[in-house]
């Protein structure tokens, strides 16, 4: 089993936590240096837990083009952590979006129609959530109906 960690990948490089950082810090500044401008057309928001517990981050990673790319990790999944990626757009820019793959986290969806022009008619659902709500209310109607 491979080690993940960025502790474990020091102890096998034999190099200190500073250098692993700078290391990391280069390789995102390249990769920002050779990143087209702009906002993708098609996106997909969702949380990611960042520890143990429930501390979690925001992840909006474009979906288009040859590969998935992130474009932003915010802190937290509040809707405030999601619209500080819409404010770095101008109105003009947001209304570029064709698309946005979500679940039905309501503060990203709030995020979302509150920010991104016709964001009503290009939220997508993702199915697994869709099917695990109507699961939900089904379940619910016939526990309520139940003698």
Request: aromatic share 6%.
């Amino acid at each position: 089993m491979g080690e993940c960690s960025v502790a474990g990948a020091c102890q096998i490089l034999r190099i200190s936590w500073d250098q692993a950082d700078g290391i990391k810090q280069r390789a995102v500044e390249r990769g920002l240096e050779r990143k087209a401008p702009g906002i993708p057309a098609l996106l997909c928001v969702d949380e990611k837990s960042a520890a143990r517990g429930h501390d979690y981050l925001t992840v909006v990673a474009s979906v288009g083009g040859e590969r998935a790319t992130v474009e932003y990790v915010g802190e937290g999944r509040d809707q405030e952590s999601l619209d500080a990626y819409w404010q770095k757009f101008t109105p003009e820019e947001l209304t570029r979006i064709q698309g946005v793959a979500m679940d039905m986290w309501e503060p990203y969806i709030n995020s979302t129609l509150a920010s991104v022009p016709g964001a009503e008619e290009n939220i997508v659902h993702d199915p697994f959530h869709i099917v695990q709500h109507a699961n939900k209310e089904v379940g619910g109607e016939l526990h309520d109906k139940r003698p």
